[in-house]
Protein backbone atom coordinates (compact mmCIF):
# COMPACT_ATOMS: atom_id res chain seq x y z
CA UNK A 1 0.00 0.00 0.00
CA UNK A 2 0.91 3.90 -0.67
CA UNK A 3 2.78 4.80 2.50
CA UNK A 4 4.43 8.47 2.86
CA UNK A 5 6.81 9.26 5.91
CA UNK A 6 7.86 12.62 6.60
CA UNK A 7 10.90 14.19 9.08
CA UNK A 8 13.22 16.74 9.37
CA UNK A 9 10.54 18.78 11.42
CA UNK A 10 11.51 20.46 14.22
CA UNK A 11 11.89 24.35 16.03
CA UNK A 12 13.97 26.94 14.37
CA UNK A 13 14.60 30.72 15.40
CA UNK A 14 13.60 33.03 12.26
CA UNK A 15 15.86 33.45 9.39
CA UNK A 16 16.91 29.95 10.06
CA UNK A 17 16.72 26.88 7.58
CA UNK A 18 15.44 23.42 7.58
CA UNK A 19 15.12 20.67 5.09
CA UNK A 20 12.47 18.23 5.27
CA UNK A 21 11.88 14.58 3.96
CA UNK A 22 9.36 12.53 2.44
CA UNK A 23 10.12 8.69 1.77
CA UNK A 24 7.93 7.46 -0.63
CA UNK A 25 6.77 3.36 -0.87
CA UNK A 26 3.69 1.54 -2.18
CA UNK A 27 4.25 2.78 -5.87
CA UNK A 28 5.84 3.86 -9.04
CA UNK A 29 8.06 6.66 -7.38
CA UNK A 30 9.49 7.87 -10.34
CA UNK A 31 6.29 8.34 -12.62
CA UNK A 32 4.38 10.61 -9.93
CA UNK A 33 4.09 14.15 -9.40
CA UNK A 34 4.64 14.80 -5.68
CA UNK A 35 3.48 17.91 -3.55
CA UNK A 36 4.60 19.48 -0.06
CA UNK A 37 1.09 20.94 1.64
CA UNK A 38 1.03 22.48 5.21
CA UNK A 39 -1.64 23.33 7.52
CA UNK A 40 -1.40 25.77 10.44
CA UNK A 41 -3.84 25.97 13.79
CA UNK A 42 -6.52 27.60 12.78
CA UNK A 43 -6.37 27.44 8.88
CA UNK A 44 -6.69 25.50 5.52
CA UNK A 45 -4.57 23.20 4.32
CA UNK A 46 -2.36 25.19 1.34
CA UNK A 47 0.16 24.14 -1.41
CA UNK A 48 3.93 24.71 -0.91
CA UNK A 49 5.55 23.19 -3.55
CA UNK A 50 5.11 20.78 -6.28
CA UNK A 51 7.21 18.62 -8.48
CA UNK A 52 6.95 17.05 -11.54
CA UNK A 53 7.45 12.85 -11.87
CA UNK A 54 11.46 13.98 -13.62
CA UNK A 55 11.89 16.70 -11.52
CA UNK A 56 11.57 19.22 -14.63
CA UNK A 57 8.97 21.35 -13.48
CA UNK A 58 8.63 23.15 -9.74
CA UNK A 59 6.03 25.45 -8.55
CA UNK A 60 5.46 27.07 -5.20
CA UNK A 61 2.93 28.92 -3.38
CA UNK A 62 2.89 32.90 -3.14
CA UNK A 63 4.27 32.96 0.16
CA UNK A 64 7.05 30.62 -0.04
CA UNK A 65 8.45 31.62 -3.17
CA UNK A 66 12.33 32.62 -3.87
CA UNK A 67 12.89 30.86 0.09
CA UNK A 68 11.70 27.29 -0.66
CA UNK A 69 12.90 24.36 -2.79
CA UNK A 70 11.19 21.09 -3.71
CA UNK A 71 13.75 18.37 -5.41
CA UNK A 72 13.48 14.52 -5.55
CA UNK A 73 15.45 11.66 -5.95
CA UNK A 74 13.77 9.23 -7.85
CA UNK A 75 16.76 6.06 -7.00
CA UNK A 76 15.75 6.80 -3.23
CA UNK A 77 11.92 7.31 -3.54
CA UNK A 78 12.65 10.94 -1.74
CA UNK A 79 10.92 14.10 -1.75
CA UNK A 80 12.61 16.91 -0.05
CA UNK A 81 11.08 20.56 0.46
CA UNK A 82 14.98 22.85 1.63
CA UNK A 83 13.50 26.27 3.99
CA UNK A 84 14.80 28.71 3.68
CA UNK A 85 14.45 32.11 5.79
CA UNK A 86 11.88 30.62 7.69
CA UNK A 87 9.61 32.84 8.96
CA UNK A 88 7.16 32.34 12.13
CA UNK A 89 4.23 32.32 9.55
CA UNK A 90 5.86 29.06 8.19
CA UNK A 91 5.20 27.45 11.46
CA UNK A 92 2.51 24.48 10.38
CA UNK A 93 2.25 20.72 10.13
CA UNK A 94 4.01 19.68 7.12
CA UNK A 95 2.07 16.78 4.27
CA UNK A 96 3.34 14.86 2.02
CA UNK A 97 1.57 14.53 -1.11
CA UNK A 98 0.84 12.39 -3.69
CA UNK A 99 -2.34 11.66 -6.12
CA UNK A 100 -3.25 7.93 -6.98
CA UNK A 101 -5.91 6.14 -9.18
CA UNK A 102 -8.86 6.80 -6.94
CA UNK A 103 -7.22 8.96 -4.27
CA UNK A 104 -5.10 11.38 -2.92
CA UNK A 105 -2.59 10.27 -0.34
CA UNK A 106 -1.21 11.65 2.86
CA UNK A 107 1.85 11.80 5.00
CA UNK A 108 1.31 11.84 9.17
CA UNK A 109 3.16 15.14 8.85
CA UNK A 110 6.13 16.60 10.67
CA UNK A 111 5.54 19.57 12.45
CA UNK A 112 7.61 22.74 11.80
CA UNK A 113 7.85 25.81 14.22
CA UNK A 114 9.66 29.08 13.97
CA UNK A 115 10.06 30.56 17.17
CA UNK A 116 13.18 32.67 19.35
Known amino acids: QVQLVESGGGLVQPGGSLTLSCKAS????????MSWFRQAPGKEREMVAT????????NYGDSVKGRFTISRDNAKNTVFLQMNSLKPEDTAVYYC?????????WGQGTQVTVSS
Open 97 to 105: NVNGQFRTY
Open 26 to 33: GFIFSTKT
Open 51 to 58: ITSGGGTT
